[in-house]
C-alpha cells in the first residue's frame, strides 16, 4: 500500500503530461486528416507559442518604457491569463501565413508539403534564437499555481493539477466543437472526403487555412501550459512533435479519443518509467508504440483498412 501511495505523484505528473501530450497530438492530427499533409513546423510552433507567452508576461527591458512598466504592473495572474489567450492567436495567425505558402504543394508529391514545412521548422527555430538567445529560460508564474501542497503524507505540485485540468478542458472544448457545431461536421467532412466538400460548394481553401491555424493554435496552447515544466529552449519543439506523430499513429489517425487515450499511456509510461529508471523514461514510448503497433497496425481506434487481413 505504501509503495502505491508513493506512486500517485507520478502518476498525476504521467496523467499531466499524457493530456498536454494529447493536445498536441490532437492538433496535428487536424492539420493531417484535413489538408493530407504532415506538418514538420508543428513543433516549432509549439516553441514559438512558448516565446510568445514569455514576452507577454515578462517583456524585454528598453522596449517601450513607459508601456512596459503600465504592463508590469499588472499582477502576473492577468499577465499570465492573457498570455494563455494571446500566445494561441499570434501563432494561430502565424500559422495562417505558413499554409498560404503551402498551398502551391498542394496536389503535388507530398515530398513537397514535408520540405516546404521542415524548412519552415528550422526557420522557426532559428528566429527565436536571433530575437530570444539560445539558453534555456523559465516561464514566470502566478504565486496560486506555484509551489507545492501535502496531502496525506506526500507532496503534489499545484502547476500540475492546473496543467492536467486545463488541458482536459481544452479537449473537451474541441470535442464539443468538432461533434455539435455545423464548423466541426465541416472538418470531418473535409477529412473524410475533400472532393465532395468542394463539391458541396463550401470553399475548401478556407477550411484548410483555418484547419491549420487551429491546428498550430492547440499546439501553442499546449506549449504555453508545458513551458514550466519542460523549459523554454528553441530547440523544445523536436521534443514535441515525435511523441505528437507517435500518438496519432498509437490512437489511431482520425480518431480524437484515441489520440486522448494513446496520449495518457504515453504519459503515464514516461511518467513511471522516469521514477525508477529515468534513462529509459523517453525510450519506453517507443516501446509502448513497438508492442501495440505490433499487435494492432492501425492503431488502438484506427479505423479496419483493405490492407488489414
Not at 522557426?124 to 530570444?132: A, D, K, L, P
Not at 534555456?136 to 507545492?148: H, N
Not at 523549459?231 to 480518431?255: E, K
Request: proline share 4%.
Amino acid at each position: 500500500m505504501n509503495a502505491l501511495l508513493q506512486l500517485l505523484p507520478h502518476l498525476v505528473n504521467g496523467v499531466s503530461l499524457g493530456l498536454l501530450f494529447a493536445l498536441i497530438a490532437l492538433g496535428f492530427m487536424l492539420i493531417v486528416g484535413v489538408m493530407e499533409t504532415i506538418n514538420l513546423a508543428h513543433g516549432s510552433l509549439f516553441a514559438l507559442g512558448m516565446y510568445v507567452a514569455l514576452f507577454l508576461i515578462a517583456p524585454p527591458l528598453g522596449w517601450f518604457p513607459e508601456l512596459q512598466q503600465a504592463w508590469l504592473a499588472l499582477p502576473i495572474g492577468t499577465r499570465y491569463g492573457i498570455a494563455l489567450f494571446l500566445a494561441p492567436v499570434v501563432v494561430g495567425v502565424f500559422g495562417m501565413g505558413l499554409e498560404l505558402c503551402m498551398r502551391r504543394t498542394y496536389g503535388r508529391d507530398p515530398l513537397y508539403g514535408l520540405l516546404l514545412t521542415f524548412g519552415a521548422a528550422l526557420v522557426i527555430e532559428e528566429m527565436i534564437r536571433v530575437v530570444w538567445g539560445a539558453n534555456e529560460k523559465q516561464l514566470p508564474l502566478p504565486d496560486a499555481l506555484s509551489g507545492a501542497f501535502v496531502l496525506g503524507d506526500l507532496i503534489y505540485s499545484r502547476y500540475r493539477f492546473f496543467a492536467a485540468g486545463f488541458a482536459c478542458l481544452m479537449i473537451v472544448l474541441l470535442w464539443l466543437f468538432i461533434e455539435k457545431t455545423p464548423y466541426g461536421a465541416i472538418i470531418k467532412a473535409g477529412a473524410h472526403d475533400s472532393e465532395m466538400v468542394r463539391a458541396l460548394g463550401i470553399n475548401l481553401a478556407r477550411l484548410r487555412l483555418f484547419v491549420f491555424a487551429l491546428g498550430v493554435a492547440l499546439a501553442a496552447i499546449a506549449g504555453v501550459v508545458m513551458a514550466p515544466i519542460w523549459g523554454v529552449r528553441p530547440h523544445v519543439g523536436v521534443d514535441a512533435v515525435v511523441p505528437a506523430f507517435l500518438i496519432i499513429v498509437l490512437g489511431g489517425v482520425g480518431s480524437l479519443w484515441g489520440a486522448v487515450i494513446a496520449g495518457l499511456m504515453v504519459g503515464m509510461v514516461v511518467g513511471l518509467t522516469g521514477a525508477y529508471a529515468s534513462e529509459w523514461s523517453l525510450l519506453s514510448m517507443y516501446l509502448l508504440f513497438i508492442a501495440v503497433v505490433s499487435f494492432r497496425a492501425r492503431g488502438l481506434f484506427g479505423k479496419k483498412s483493405v490492407l488489414d487481413t
